[in-house]
């Protein structure tokens, strides 16, 4: 095939990208899935207010799906209908809201954020995506650009892992999508592509596109409203058809964008060969002892002993049974041992490591940690004493546990 002009993996034709536009909005209008913050943006007519609500899903949406979030937004806009009713909040209440929805910090750093917003900003959003992520702890560039486009119309492009897929594939793009440099240029085409006059609709459309129709396996290429001008869906249906060059070589010349000469076009795999990511690392493996120390209440019902986690690091600020990380290759006899010497110093009483019930294991997957809790019980027939200079602690009963701010993996234990 002849070499392509230089761009050829860009949008550089005034023309397609107007087709491309005015199809994808269109489609937009008539299919779009019917979301609670989409609807609560669409209705408010105080800006602050829609920035808020369009920022909340943007944060509760990173690393988790539609499916799951949509419970949680709909109780904490209910909870926190504002910025001022969110700063007032205690980080307490915050991440028992949170509680099984996961990456807490998220939650965390929004709050912090809102506060901010409160004390320093008088009350106001930024209102740019380049204030947004200047001044909100938490909010990088595409939650800026997210936040800037629906909320204030502001004409800039996102580039989440849905539009990633999408532009990879309209563009042939098999460089690793997780690179600086391929990054950089996704971001360069998101803000040629986004519609002027409807900045938000056409973000929200893009990644909307990338999560029911171009979605990672088995995509609905027949339903897609930008299949003509997909270059990957070209490539799988003509070959190496002229003027369209081979995708496994562009013609520029070492092209930053093309597949690397070692993984080139698998037919078989047709338009999911694209994108293409560095392979991850697996997630490291880890062991922590975890003790549920059981008395009975007052009122004849089991109670549980729960600690909470320090206010930094993994599940920052949660609570938990008395936990300990082990060494991979420790032998029961001494985990028992050093539990019950971490449980005895912590108590301020004996802690006989042959009391220590061995219940079994839970596996938790974090998304670089493979965690296994090796779990013990232990009843108690009275009170305990516990150390003032630890950790703050409480006892709960079974409904308390179940709302206060614990972990799935600690629910998993119980």
Known sequence: APAPPPGWHLFSDPAEVESLRGNLLAWYDRCKRNLPWRALAAMEPDANRRGYAVWVSEIMLQQ???????????????????????????????????????????????????????????????????????????????????????SYGQATGVVDGNVIRVLCRLRCIGADSSSPAVIDRLWDMANVLVDRNRPGDFNQALMELGATVCVPKAPLCGECPVRQHCRARCRKLFGKPLPVPDVEDCGVGDCTLCPP??????????????????????????????????????????????????????????????????????????????????????????????????????????????????????????????????????????????????????????
Not at 300 to 327: K, Y
């Open 64 to 150: 988790t799906q539609v499916a799951t979030v949509i419970d949680y937004y709909n109780r904490w806009m209910q909870k926190w209908p504002t910025l001022q009713a969110l700063a007032q909040a205690s980080l307490e209440e915050v991440n028992e809201l949170w509680a099984g929805l996961g990456y807490y910090s998220r939650g965390k750093r929004l709050q912090e954020a809102a506060r901010k917003v409160v004390s320093e900003l008088a009350g106001q959003m930024p209102r740019t995506a380049e204030d947004l992520q200047k001044l909100l702890p938490g909010v990088g560039r595409y939650t800026a650009g997210a936040i800037a486009s629906i």
């Open 261 to 414: 000469a070692t993984e080139p076009w698998d037919t078989s795999l047709g338009v999911t060969n694209f994108p293409r990511k560095a392979a991850k690392k697996p997630p490291r493996a880890m062991r922590t002892a975890t003790c549920v120390l059981e008395r009975r209440g007052c009122r004849g019902a089991p109670e549980f002993l729960i600690v909470q986690r320090p206010s930094s690091g993994l599940l920052a600020g949660l609570w938990e049974f008395p936990s300990l990380s082990l060494a991979q290759d420790l032998q029961e006899e001494k985990e028992r041992e050093v539990l019950a010497d971490h449980l005895q110093a912590w108590m301020g009483q004996p802690v006989a490591a042959k009391d220590l019930q061995f219940i079994g294991e839970v596996i938790h997957i974090f998304s670089h940690i493979h965690q296994t809790y090796m779990v013990y019980s232990l009843p108690l027939d009275g009170d305990v004493t516990l150390d003032p200079a630890s950790s703050p602690s409480r006892w709960v009963t079974e409904k308390e546990f179940h709302a206060s701010a614990v972990s799935t993996a600690m629910k998993k234990v119980l």
